[in-house]
């Protein structure tokens, strides 16, 4: 046991604020850390050189599941730096599960459209990324366990439904921007742009007040077996303003403009 004089304890000494300085006594508020912006090739040269100098293929796995759940996540610029490496990693293999009849093309060589990397106008990008998403991480698991299966019937909605919807909603777009009944806003995003650009105008007024052009983002394909649609959003609701009738193995060029010319009727388009 010891017994400690509390007389003889030297007290802390007091606080003095320093009359130049600004910094609050402690504890000090933290502060965002902030990283100066580094030119694109920079960042893609420090990201190269985070994968393995040798052929190992489970820690070139390991290293792209951290680029797409970690250092993605850091700020915008190492965010479109990681996904440029991402998206030409696995395109490859996300175009090897596009089905036979199906087209693809995440990244159109002209446009003449603008689009960022953080919101690219191509929506079939969209579905590549989340390619990326569920492929990185089936990888890591296949690495990690011999026990784990891989699971195909994951990519089954992906490649049945969302790429060839997407898919056919890029050449609405492209087809349609080229007749004059579509025209992409500076903000595409779903559900986003389509509601400030048609928050006050209902789908039953446009063909009233002699619209000729609709925002892409206010647009949407319903895609089945035997049916695809154009959804157009305006006021909050959705509504089919055009519906056609799927041929077996048809291509996907051909429904899309099928779409736009139906589109056309509907707009007393000329």
């Given at each position: 046991m010891v017994i400690i004089d509390e007389k003889a304890v030297v007290p802390p000494p007091p606080y003095y604020a320093s009359s130049g300085s600004s910094v609050p006594p402690p504890p000090f508020p933290a502060r965002p850390s902030r990283q100066r912006s580094l030119p694109p090739n920079v960042l893609l040269q420090i990201i190269h050189m985070t994968f393995p100098r040798t052929?190992?293929?489970?820690?070139?796995?390991?290293?792209?599941?951290?680029?797409?759940?970690?250092?993605r996540l850091v700020?915008?610029?190492?965010?479109?730096?990681?996904?440029?490496?991402?998206?030409?990693?696995?395109?490859?293999?996300?175009?090897s599960l596009v089905r036979p009849s199906y087209s693809s093309d995440p990244f159109p060589m002209s446009s003449t459209t603008s689009s960022t990397p953080l919101d690219p106008v191509q929506r079939e990008t969209r579905v590549l990324d989340l390619f990326i998403?569920?492929?990185?991480?089936?990888?890591?698991?296949?690495d990690a366990s011999e026990l784990h299966l891989g699971r195909d019937e994951l990519f089954k909605d992906l490649f049945d439904l969302m790429q060839p919807r997407?898919?056919?909603?890029?050449?609405?777009?492209?087809?349609?921007?080229?007749?004059?009944?579509?025209?992409?806003?500076?903000?595409?995003?779903?559900?986003?742009?389509?509601?400030?650009?048609?928050?006050?105008v209902s789908s039953a007024s446009i063909r009233s007040q002699n619209r000729t052009s609709i925002p892409f983002s206010a647009l949407s394909v319903a895609f089945s077996h035997r049916k695809v649609g154009l959804t157009?959003?305006?006021?909050?609701?959705?509504?089919?303003?055009?519906?056609?009738?799927?041929?077996?193995?048809?291509?996907?060029?051909?429904?899309?403009?099928?779409?736009?010319?139906?589109?056309?009727?509907?707009?007393?388009?000329p």
């Open positions: 052929p190992d293929l489970e820690r070139q796995r390991k290293t792209l599941y951290w680029l797409a759940y970690h250092l700020d915008h610029a190492f965010y479109i730096a990681c996904m440029h490496v991402l998206r030409s990693t696995y395109l490859p293999a996300y175009s998403a569920i492929k990185t991480k089936e990888d890591l698991f296949m997407s898919r056919i909603e890029d050449l609405v777009r492209h087809y349609g921007t080229r007749e004059g009944v579509i025209h992409v806003t500076s903000t595409n995003v779903i559900g986003s742009s389509s509601t400030t650009s048609l928050n006050s157009l959003t305006a006021s909050g609701r959705k509504r089919t303003i055009v519906e056609i009738q799927r041929l077996p193995k048809e291509k996907l060029e051909v429904i899309a403009k099928k779409l736009v010319k139906q589109l056309k009727v509907w707009l007393d388009v």
